[in-house]
């Protein structure tokens, strides 16, 4: 079984994603973050691919994106990175990021290189389902990736549930239609949409990312949703307090306190 399927499938509930650019601050900081968000309790996480024009991607995520193509990051040397991370992880480890720099390293040298590194699922925001469901989904299922798609509060409950026939492990739910960043908290038309979506009992556990900054944003959207993504707050602490095991640890807490 995927490990995203034994996650949501052992009634484990608040389910905290932590999303990190790779090569950020560090060119060799990836494998390091994975192991001391793995410490700090978190349940999934998703490694960013960086990209030089990340239309979905707010300030703070754009930034670490820069950086990291400027410290040198590429998908070669990513998967380099993941080699021996399975030696220590266990939990599900995912890659975000955008369709042009996978089709330039080749979709099925892609889904090789994922499923040899031990990555669980993909996801790709501008990567349609339906060129997906023609093109691509016999090779991600030939190496065992799950594919993620997403829902915004503009997507009308017919294409909902097609998504929901289509998508793998869970529903990555974006909070808003704008770009992705830190947020103070969910407003009324946000708040209709989660309970309109929840009410529609999809087959898949869904997963609230965007604006998911604090511990109140984070429970907020657990209400609603099997867990939350969390980004660019995660993003701008290691920008502000620097990376050590000591900070990621406190950054979790905090986000998980009851």
Do not use: W
């Not at 995927?2 to 060799?28: M, Q, W």
């Not at 691509?136 to 997403?150: P, Q």
Request: charged share 20%; net charge neutral.
């Amino acid at each position: 079984m995927n490990r995203i399927d034994k996650l949501f499938h052992s009634g484990k509930k608040n389910i905290l994603s932590v999303y990190f650019t790779a090569g950020y601050p560090e060119v060799d900081s990836t494998a390091g973050i994975i192991n001391s968000l793995v410490r700090a309790g978190v349940d999934m996480i998703e490694i960013g691919i960086p990209f030089s024009d990340p239309l979905a991607d707010g300030p703070v995520i754009q930034k670490s994106s820069s950086n990291a193509l400027k410290n040198g990051m590429s998908l070669r040397l990513l998967f380099h990175q993941l080699e021996s991370i399975r030696s220590s992880v266990n939990i599900p480890l995912l890659l975000m990021g955008y369709l042009n720099p996978v089709l330039k390293f080749g979709m099925e040298n892609f889904c090789r290189s994922c499923s040899v590194t031990g990555i669980d699922g993909i996801i790709l925001p501008d990567l349609p389902p339906e060129i997906y469901t023609e093109q691509y989904r016999e090779i991600f299922k030939k190496y065992g990736l799950y594919n993620i798609l997403l829902i915004s509060p503009r997507t009308e409950a017919e294409r909902i549930r097609l998504i929901d026939s289509i998508t793998d492990g869970f529903i990555y739910m974006v909070s808003s239609s704008s770009v992705t960043g830190i947020k103070q908290g969910f407003n009324d038309e946000q708040k209709a949409y989660f309970e309109r979506v929840a009410g529609m009992n999809l087959t898949h556990p869904l997963m609230i990312g965007f604006g998911v900054s604090s511990n109140e944003t984070f429970a907020e959207a657990c209400r609603y949703a099997n867990g939350a993504i969390v980004g660019s707050a995660f993003i701008k602490m290691l920008e502000k307090e620097g990376y050590s095991d000591e900070n990621i640890k406190k950054f979790v807490k905090d986000l998980k306190k009851e």
